[in-house]
């Protein structure tokens, strides 16, 4: 083929895929075209499609329906090689990449034959170097992985996927893990990429992101594409009104009435745990009746914040009060008893037992308490009650409460944990991650439940990657670097691009309370 | 190749993979027995018959059933909780040991005083041989696969040694054996003048205790949940480490009833052919059941039939008794496969 007919024609076509699993039909007759030198934004909620469809584009899935046409040739299916040698490089929102190697080696990792006798490492380092200054992906090629951070595991991702000579790059919702002014980084990098005449898929669901860098965005729900829009001709709300399909309300505020601190830390300090930071004296205060917003690229120390509330870890330095009180002996069961609603981070590995039933997961923190059991006894009628109570008033959309909770989609099992921690009534919430993967209604759903707590007086702290949820619901924000945690700023103190500086390690005093 | 999760299985995939599953363990015993020079029909007839055809046969089925209830139960609990507990035999050899040591006249009591506390003594020492590796796996991360699998060599030597030694029998014409249990020590028949002995009753209350404690206590709750989801059930503020140890003393003590029931219902006294490795056909056993205390009664039924109809078969035909040692491992095999196909379908993509 010649580089004329790459100009004119597509240089990606899918023509009308389908995909099945079960009943579900995760793409219907989706077709989208990518030009040459374009970034389209594929939008959708969690559930849409969007995954499904580039795991077909990439082979990782054959589909039921339909075909993937690349420059020009149809592509076979269910082949990720064919898919790589035709020019296509996907960098996965969880990455790839080999800890214990370094940089070029995991660059160059399945690039070389298995069996040859030497490595052409001279030339890769020169390839690679060259690729880095080019798009400004700066990356030192003898670092090991494992000391990078995440933005650099990034660049190495994506210089990965252009050493393999890809024209066609897919980013898996590439931001998640970046701050704004590293996403900011990110655009330029993409933008010289597409100068190049490299065409760009970029996975989302932030919407100023997708505004900011997409020409044209393709909107997907429930498997089917519903809309494609220039980016010059749309607003984000008309997107996420697309995205969703119907108006969007945003939650009703009232205003706050703080009470007194129920949990306050001062010069809190946790060791670091593996590849958990540990905190370095944090000062915090919860406060009855507000929400305090925590930010942070993830890895700085909320997971140790999270934990030490949760009662799973103990301050090694420094002090904790709860209600007042300094606990001995801090432990979950003293967590529990405190009144403290914990929502976990990860759903699937800490908040739920997947092969457990509903009731058996709704019970899980209160297994050997009554009503649920007497002297050892369970009460499995009491249990099932409670679960029925729970799929009520939380609207868990389950065939029973006899269901294994693994056949549960995420938003219901987050319902279900969230009826679990607040039937009790507690007076503190830790609310990690609350509503990450959730679809916008189940997040409504979610948010109104702890906008509901904080007007009763509880204590909320909201921990959470997606700072336009922070800055929406928080009556104060902290912000999380290197396990260090910024002053409190008082809701309409701060935009996202402020809160960007702090997130990157800036205006922390250095060594203030070092160890 | 990839596996897809099959939400909500049909009945015909629930039956026909393991009857699929059965049909080729027998075919390919056939095969087996068409290679060692007989008749293949004739040779599973034997079999069968040799295992249930007579009330001599069943009862002798259930006789060696019972042991392996016991060890089934304690490979069901341990895997549960994933405690991979490969010492079941080292805990029955434990339990074994015990019953040597007070049945033999160290203790003058009636026997139903002495039956408990030769039981009680048993499960105790099976009990605190299974502990050592749990607080090694608790506390230093040792892997109890190796621990518990390596510890039944050093109890098959310490009872030789004792054997040898200071158990060994005077009467006994220099073969390492102990002395014989005094009579009130002897678990008595069910009926009399059948071979049948209370360690099968004693096996079928154990495994009706041990689904009653895993459905309906706190503890059976929290082994499940240390089993499917350590994480989560650290979350929820369940002890770890200390479910872990419940139930290895749970586990080692049930595998320790193996020993005490074949010394004091079978053989009234301690060799070290005592057992033919129930501990490990007892993870065959509990495989096979799904880890489901009921299951494994029928298992262990299972498999006891086919050792003894085996053993019968090879006496009349000439098939080597090898043969039921490989059926059982295709039996496992081809059950675990059609199992999980159960569960997940197949895609060539």
Same mark, same amino acid.
């Given at each position: 083929?010649?580089?004329?007919?790459?100009?004119?024609?597509?240089?990606?076509?899918?023509?009308?895929?389908?995909?099945?699993?079960?009943?579900?039909?995760?793409?219907?007759?989706?077709?989208?075209?990518?030009?040459?030198?374009?970034?389209?934004?594929?939008?959708?909620?969690?559930?849409?499609?969007?995954?499904?469809?580039?795991?077909?584009?990439?082979?990782?899935?054959?589909?039921?329906?339909?075909?993937?046409?690349?420059?020009?040739?149809?592509?076979?299916?269910?082949?990720?090689?064919?898919?790589?040698?035709?020019?296509?490089?996907?960098?996965?929102?969880?990455?790839?990449?080999?800890?214990?190697?370094?940089?070029?080696?995991?660059?160059?990792?399945?690039?070389?034959?298995?069996?040859?006798?030497?490595?052409?490492?001279?030339?890769?380092?020169?390839?690679?170097?060259?690729?880095?200054?080019?798009?400004?992906?700066?990356?030192?090629?003898?670092?090991?992985?494992?000391?990078?951070?995440?933005?650099?595991?990034?660049?190495?991702?994506?210089?990965?996927?252009?050493?393999?000579?890809?024209?066609?790059?897919?980013?898996?919702?590439?931001?998640?893990?970046?701050?704004?002014?590293?996403?900011?980084?990110?655009?330029?990098?993409?933008?010289?990429?597409?100068?190049?005449?490299?065409?760009?898929?970029?996975?989302?669901?932030?919407?100023?992101?997708?505004?900011?860098?997409?020409?044209?965005?393709?909107?997907?729900?429930?498997?089917?594409?519903?809309?494609?829009?220039?980016?010059?001709?749309?607003?984000?709300?008309?997107?996420?009104?697309?995205?969703?399909?119907?108006?969007?309300?945003?939650?009703?505020?009232?205003?706050?009435?703080?009470?007194?601190?129920?949990?306050?830390?001062?010069?809190?300090?946790?060791?670091?745990?593996?590849?958990?930071?540990?905190?370095?004296?944090?000062?915090?205060?919860?406060?009855?009746?507000?929400?305090?917003?925590?930010?942070?690229?993830?890895?700085?120390?909320?997971?140790?914040?999270?934990?030490?509330?949760?009662?799973?870890?103990?301050?090694?330095?420094?002090?904790?009060?709860?209600?007042?009180?300094?606990?001995?002996?801090?432990?979950?069961?003293?967590?529990?008893?405190?009144?403290?609603?914990?929502?976990?981070?990860?759903?699937?590995?800490?908040?739920?037992?997947?092969?457990?039933?509903?009731?058996?997961?709704?019970?899980?923190?209160?297994?050997?308490?009554?009503?649920?059991?007497?002297?050892?006894?369970?009460?499995?009628?009491?249990?099932?009650?409670?679960?029925?109570?729970?799929?009520?008033?939380?609207?868990?959309?389950?065939?029973?409460?006899?269901?294994?909770?693994?056949?549960?989609?995420?938003?219901?099992?987050?319902?279900?944990?969230?009826?679990?921690?607040?039937?009790?009534?507690?007076?503190?919430?830790?609310?990690?991650?609350?509503?990450?993967?959730?679809?916008?209604?189940?997040?409504?759903?979610?948010?109104?439940?702890?906008?509901?707590?904080?007007?009763?007086?509880?204590?909320?702290?909201?921990?959470?990657?997606?700072?336009?949820?922070?800055?929406?619901?928080?009556?104060?924000?902290?912000?999380?670097?290197?396990?260090?945690?910024?002053?409190?700023?008082?809701?309409?103190?701060?935009?996202?691009?402020?809160?960007?500086?702090?997130?990157?390690?800036?205006?922390?005093?250095?060594?203030?309370?070092?160890? | 190749?990839?596996?897809?999760?099959?939400?909500?299985?049909?009945?015909?995939?629930?039956?026909?993979?393991?009857?699929?599953?059965?049909?080729?363990?027998?075919?390919?015993?056939?095969?087996?027995?068409?290679?060692?020079?007989? *008749?293949?029909?004739?040779?599973?007839?034997?079999?069968?018959?040799?295992?249930?055809?007579?009330?001599?046969?069943?009862?002798?089925?259930?006789?060696?059933?019972?042991?392996?209830?016991?060890?089934?139960?304690?490979?069901?609990?341990?895997?549960?909780?994933?405690?991979? *507990?490969?010492?079941?035999?080292?805990?029955?050899?434990?339990?074994?040991?015990?019953?040597?040591?007070?049945?033999?006249?160290?203790?003058?009591?009636?026997?139903?005083?002495?039956?408990?506390?030769?039981?009680?003594?048993?499960?105790?020492?099976?009990?605190?041989?299974?502990?050592?590796?749990?607080?090694?796996?608790?506390?230093?991360? #040792?892997?109890?696969?190796?621990?518990?699998?390596?510890?039944?060599?050093?109890?098959?030597?310490?009872?030789?040694?004792?054997?040898?030694?200071?158990?060994?029998?005077?009467?006994?014409?220099?073969?390492?054996?102990?002395?014989?249990?005094?009579?009130?020590?002897?678990?008595?028949?069910?009926?009399?003048?059948?071979?049948?002995?209370?360690?099968?009753?004693?096996?079928?209350?154990?495994?009706?205790?041990?689904?009653?404690?895993?459905?309906?206590?706190?503890?059976?709750?929290?082994?499940?949940?240390?089993?499917? *989801?350590?994480?989560?059930?650290?979350?929820?503020?369940?002890?770890?480490?200390?479910?872990?140890?419940?139930?290895?003393?749970?586990?080692?003590?049930?595998?320790?009833?193996?020993?005490?029931?074949?010394?004091?219902?079978?053989?009234? *006294?301690?060799?070290?052919?005592?057992?033919?490795?129930?501990?490990?056909?007892?993870?065959?056993?509990?495989?096979?059941?799904?880890?489901?205390?009921?299951? #494994?009664?029928?298992?262990?039924?299972?498999?006891?039939?086919?050792?003894?109809?085996?053993?019968?078969?090879?006496?009349?035909?000439? #098939?080597?008794?090898?043969?039921?040692?490989?059926?059982?491992?295709?039996?496992?095999?081809?059950?675990?496969?059609?199992?999980?196909?159960?569960?997940?379908? #197949?895609?060539?993509?």
């Amino acid at each position: 083929m010649t580089a004329d007919s790459t100009a004119q024609g597509p240089v990606l076509r899918l023509d009308g895929i389908t995909k099945r699993f079960g009943a579900l039909v995760a793409n219907d007759a989706v077709s989208v075209s990518l030009w040459p030198g374009e970034v389209i934004a594929l939008l959708g909620e969690n559930g849409a499609g969007k995954t499904t469809l580039m795991n077909i584009l990439f082979g990782h899935y054959t589909a039921d329906g339909g075909s993937v046409e690349v420059f020009g040739q149809t592509l076979p299916q269910g082949n990720p090689r064919a898919a790589l040698a035709a020019g296509v490089g996907m960098v996965h929102q969880h990455f790839t990449l080999a800890d214990n190697l370094s940089v070029l080696e995991n660059v160059v990792l399945g690039t070389q034959p298995l069996w040859g006798a030497r490595l052409d490492m001279a030339g890769a380092r020169a390839k690679l170097v060259g690729l880095a200054q080019e798009f400004g992906l700066a990356v030192n090629p003898d670092a090991r992985l494992g000391s990078l951070s995440v933005g650099e595991r990034q660049r190495v991702e994506i210089l990965k996927a252009l050493y393999r000579d890809a024209r066609i790059l897919i980013l898996d919702e590439p931001t998640a893990v970046l701050t704004p002014q590293q996403a900011d980084a990110l655009f330029a990098a993409l933008r010289k990429m597409v100068a190049q005449g490299l065409s760009i898929i970029f996975i989302s669901h932030k919407l100023h992101e997708v505004m900011a860098i997409a020409s044209r965005v393709v909107v997907l729900r429930h498997g089917k594409l519903v809309g494609e829009v220039a980016v010059k001709d749309t607003d984000p709300r008309a997107l996420a009104e697309m995205m969703v399909g119907s108006a969007i309300t945003p939650p009703e505020l009232r205003a706050a009435k703080p009470g007194p601190a129920l949990l306050e830390l001062r010069g809190v300090m946790t060791p670091d745990r593996g590849t958990v930071r540990g905190l370095r004296g944090v000062d915090l205060a919860l406060r009855a009746g507000t929400i305090t917003g925590l930010a942070g690229v993830s890895g700085n120390g909320q997971a140790a914040l999270a934990d030490l509330i949760a009662g799973l870890e103990r301050p090694s330095g420094g002090e904790m009060q709860v209600a007042g009180v300094a606990p001995a002996n801090w432990s979950v069961a003293q967590a529990l008893g405190a009144g403290i609603a914990r929502i976990p981070e990860d759903r699937h590995k800490t908040g739920t037992i997947a092969d457990f039933t509903l009731t058996e997961n709704a019970i899980l923190e209160r297994y050997n308490k009554a009503p649920f059991a007497r002297r050892g006894w369970l009460d499995w009628r009491a249990a099932r009650d409670f679960a029925q109570s729970v799929i009520r008033a939380y609207d868990v959309r389950c065939p029973g409460p006899d269901t294994r909770i693994r056949l549960l989609s995420g938003g219901n099992m987050q319902k279900l944990i969230l009826g679990r921690v607040m039937e009790v009534g507690p007076q503190i919430i830790l609310a990690n991650q609350a509503v990450r993967g959730l679809d916008i209604g189940a997040i409504t759903f979610v948010q109104n439940q702890l906008l509901a707590a904080r007007d009763r007086g509880a204590a909320v702290l909201l921990i959470s990657e997606d700072l336009d949820e922070i800055l929406t619901l928080s009556d104060q924000i902290h912000v999380m670097s290197e396990g260090r945690l910024s002053p409190a700023f008082a809701r309409g103190t701060m935009n996202a691009a402020d809160l960007g500086r702090w997130m990157a390690g800036e205006g922390f005093e250095r060594g203030s309370h070092a160890a | 190749m990839r596996l897809e999760v099959i939400a909500r299985p049909s009945v015909w995939r629930m039956i026909g993979f393991p009857a699929t599953a059965l049909v080729l363990t027998v075919v390919f015993g056939s095969a087996l027995a068409l290679l060692a020079g007989a *008749n293949p029909f004739q040779t599973l007839g034997l079999i069968l018959r040799g295992a249930a055809g007579s009330q001599f046969a069943l009862l002798e089925t259930l006789n060696r059933a019972t042991p392996l209830i016991f060890t089934g139960l304690a490979v069901a609990v341990a895997f549960r909780a994933k405690l991979w *507990n490969i010492g079941a035999e080292a805990q029955l050899y434990a339990g074994a040991l015990m019953a040597v040591l007070l049945g033999t006249g160290a203790l003058g009591w009636p026997s139903g005083l002495l039956l408990p506390a030769m039981a009680g003594a048993a499960m105790l020492a099976g009990a605190l041989v299974l502990l050592g590796p749990a607080i090694l796996k608790t506390r230093l991360g #040792v892997d109890e696969v190796v621990t518990t699998l390596l510890f039944n060599f050093i109890m098959l030597l310490f009872i030789s040694m004792l054997l040898e030694g200071p158990l060994k029998d005077p009467m006994g014409m220099g073969w390492p054996q102990s002395s014989r249990l005094v009579p009130e020590a002897r678990l008595p028949r069910i009926v009399d003048g059948l071979r049948l002995h209370w360690g099968f009753g004693l096996a079928l209350i154990a495994a009706v205790l041990v689904w009653v404690i895993q459905s309906r206590t706190t503890l059976g709750y929290e082994m499940r949940a240390v089993g499917q *989801n350590k994480q989560a059930a650290e979350f929820a503020g369940i002890p770890v480490g200390r479910v872990i140890l419940k139930t290895a003393l749970l586990s080692g003590g049930l595998a320790a009833l193996a020993g005490f029931s074949e010394v004091a219902g079978l053989r009234g *006294n301690l060799t070290l052919d005592l057992s033919p490795g129930f501990g490990y056909t007892g993870i065959i056993v509990a495989m096979l059941a799904l880890l489901n205390p009921i299951g #494994v009664v029928i298992s262990a039924i299972f498999v006891a039939g086919v050792f003894v109809g085996a053993d019968s078969m090879s006496r009349a035909a000439g #098939v080597p008794t090898y043969i039921a040692n490989i059926m059982l491992a295709t039996a496992l095999l081809t059950m675990v496969l059609a199992i999980a196909l159960t569960r997940f379908r #197949v895609r060539w993509d």
